[in-house]
Each structure stands twice: as structure tokens, then as C-alpha cells.
């Protein structure tokens, strides 16, 4: 059976940078840094499998759990990569664009971070770069649609490396993963049962935390249940 996508690069490169964050503070207009992670942000906090499903022993759904852990952790990440430090070297903001530079800490170097959003007419965008001396490398950049449900994080090392998309329906938040192939996760907001699938293996659950494991990896696929 085909092992679920490792993910433990893609965390790496996130999780090396270290900022201090700013304290939120409500205002009656979201300033476009907030905006440009949309509803992903409040979508993730709520974002649970059924708890008969995160305390089950048996082994393919603790397999189940981990992937699906896994990826919101990873889309919580960007989220929180995203954020704006409370210490700044420069900041400009207006109604139609915003920013931001400061100091940050790049695989053990120090980095001077540009980060711009801008409104366009029906998304946001932002560009996340990282400059030293000669080097500069736009590692993150990205756009979100004016009603916050839906968007694009494409992040690089040079080369693109991976991308995380999303959306929002009434019903279901949608994460799409490319990085060392596809991963693909339909969660339901209301019950918790959902779908991930990664390249040959999908795992399904109920909103009881019963759930199987089908592998397409062979000739003959293996069905697994919990």
C-alpha cells in the first residue's frame, strides 16, 4: 500500500521562519492582510473529525487522522505564516494596498521581509518576499476572491514547490494540496464527516467516525473499514 504523502519538507520550510504576531484588534474594515487568508481562517479552528473517529485504536483510522491532520496543519500554518509581526521596519497602508516590511530568520539566516496585498477588482493578491544582499525570492504569493471563500497559496524555494487552494461552499470546506502529487480534502461543516484523497488512497468517514480505506494502488483495490 502506497504511504500517505510526507509532508514533513513542506512543514519545515514554513515553520523556518519565527515572527512575533500582532494582537488582533477589531476594526469596521479588515485591513487587506486578514482579508487575503479570508474565511480559511475561523473555517480551520472548527475544523474536527467525529470523536469516536480521533479515540478509535484501530490502525487504518488513526491512519485516517493522521493524514487528515496533516493537512490542516498545514493550511493553519500558511494562515499563520501570513500573519503581519507586531514590529515592523516599514509600513504602508491605504484602502487598495497594503505594505509591510520587517526582519525574520530564514533557515538560520536573517531576511528582510516584503509583504504586499493589493485589492484588484474582483480578488486579493499579495506577494511574500524574502531579500539578502543580492538573493530574493518571492516564497509566497497568492490571491483570494472579494468574498474570502475561496483562494490560492503558492509557495517556493526557487522553484515552485507546492500550492495549497481552498474553497468554501455553504456545505463543505475544500483543501487542495500539490506538493509531491495531489491531496485532496472535502470536510462537511455541519456533521464532520468527510473525504481525503491522495494519490491512490482515499479515506472516507462518517458522521459516527466509521470510515474505510480504499487503495488503487494494484491491480485489485483494497478496501479497508473501521
Given amino acids: 500500500m502506497k504511504k500517505i504523502l ?103 539566516d536573517t531576511v528582510e521581509v516584503n509583504y504586499e496585498i493589493k485589492k484588484e477588482s474582483d480578488r486579493y493578491v499579495f506577494s511574500y518576499k524574502a531579500t539578502k544582499g543580492d538573493f530574493s525570492l518571492e516564497f509566497i504569493k497568492g490571491n483570494t476572491l472579494l468574498d474570502e471563500n475561496a483562494g490560492i497559496f503558492i509557495i517556493n524555494e526557487g522553484n515552485t514547490i507546492g500550492s495549497l487552494s481552498w474553497e468554501i461552499t455553504e456545505k463543505d470546506l475544500i483543501i487542495e494540496l500539490l506538493f509531491e502529487g495531489k491531496t485532496t480534502l472535502t470536510y462537511n461543516k455541519t456533521d464532520k464527516s468527510g473525504t481525503l484523497i491522495s494519490g491512490d488512497v482515499t479515506y472516507q468517514w462518517n458522521e459516527d467516525g466509521s470510515g474505510s480505506l480504499t487503495d488503487r494502488s494494484l491491480n485489485t483495490p483494497v478496501v479497508k473499514t473501521w
Fill in 6 to 108: 510526507n509532508y514533513s519538507l513542506f512543514l519545515l520550510i514554513l515553520l523556518s521562519f519565527s515572527c512575533s504576531k500582532d494582537d488582533e484588534v477589531l476594526e469596521e474594515v479588515k485591513p487587506l492582510h486578514e482579508a487575503v487568508v479570508g474565511n480559511l481562517n475561523s473555517a480551520l479552528n472548527f475544523t474536527a473529525l467525529p470523536d469516536a473517529m480521533v479515540v478509535n485504536t484501530n490502525e487504518t483510522s488513526k491512519e485516517a487522522v493522521t493524514a487528515f491532520d496533516d493537512l490542516v496543519r498545514i493550511a493553519d500554518q500558511v494562515v499563520t505564516f501570513l500573519e503581519v509581526p507586531k514590529t515592523t521596519i516599514s509600513s504602508d497602508i491605504t484602502n487598495n494596498k497594503e505594505s509591510f516590511s520587517w526582519l525574520d530568520n530564514l533557515f538560520g
